[in-house]
T-cell receptor, first 113, second 114 residues
């Protein structure tokens, strides 16, 4: 069984401040981890992924995430938030060799001008 | 260079009607997924195709749900005898083969069952 937890329904941050959106996971096997973003009335878009190698991965729009195996976490971060980053963010996990993807319930990010 | 497209974008059905939702994946993408997204929730996996083969249908909630991809390209998700609890957004995604590849999502079909 595999699961993803996004403990915060909403995160508020002031424009220009750093942001963190939290994600923890549980899998049996080696995880592949993904972040997707969903803007209003638009489909989910891929941001970044961790497959193997460097624990810090960089993705689109200045976002990055750190894979922490001991804490089973994959938190999304950005050094300086923009108002345009306001959206719904989903963390997802997949086990190597399997196709099923499990998504978290999503975190709404609100960047305040 | 078109992305994943889905049709219709919106569907209203009376309880008991059958519906068919279409997905056109990105050309060359071997893998195709269907998800159900309820309001305020993350996408829930329904089924997975590799080319025309349906390799995982563990997420289909009942035998009223049926998916096919006969030629390994376009896919159809069919729901028979719709119920109110079937109301949700149905998402289609495609990707290159391999579990390490990211998925490209369509805009979804919003199904409302009255």
């Amino acid at each position: 069984a595999q699961s993803v937890a996004q403990p915060e329904d909403q995160v508020n941050v002031a424009e220009g401040n750093p942001l963190t959106v939290k994600c923890t996971y549980s899998v049996s096997g080696n995880p592949y981890l993904f972040w997707y973003v969903q803007y209003p009335n638009r489909g989910l878009q891929f941001l970044l992924k961790y497959i193997t190698g460097d624990n810090l991965v960089k993705g689109s729009y200045g976002f990055e995430a750190e894979f922490n195996k001991s804490q089973t976490s994959f938190h999304l971060k950005k050094p300086s938030a923009l108002v345009s980053d306001s959206a719904l963010y989903f963390c997802a996990v997949r086990v190597r060799g399997y196709q099923k993807v499990t998504f978290g319930t999503g975190t709404k990010l609100q960047v305040i001008p | 260079g078109a992305g994943v497209s889905q049709s219709p974008r919106y569907k209203v059905a009376k309880r008991g009607q059958d519906v068919a939702l279409r997905c056109d994946p990105i050309s060359g993408h071997v893998s195709l997924f269907w998800y159900q997204q309820a309001l305020g929730q993350g996408p829930e996996f329904l089924t997975y195709f590799q080319n025309e083969a349906q390799l995982d249908k563990s997420g289909l909630p009942s035998d009223r749900f049926f998916a096919e991809r006969p030629e390994g390209s376009v896919s159809t998700l069919k729901i028979q005898r719709t119920q109110q609890e079937d109301s949700a957004v149905y998402l289609c995604a495609s990707s290159f083969r391999g579990s390490g590849n990211e998925q490209f999502f369509g805009p979804g079909t919003r199904l409302t069952v009255l």
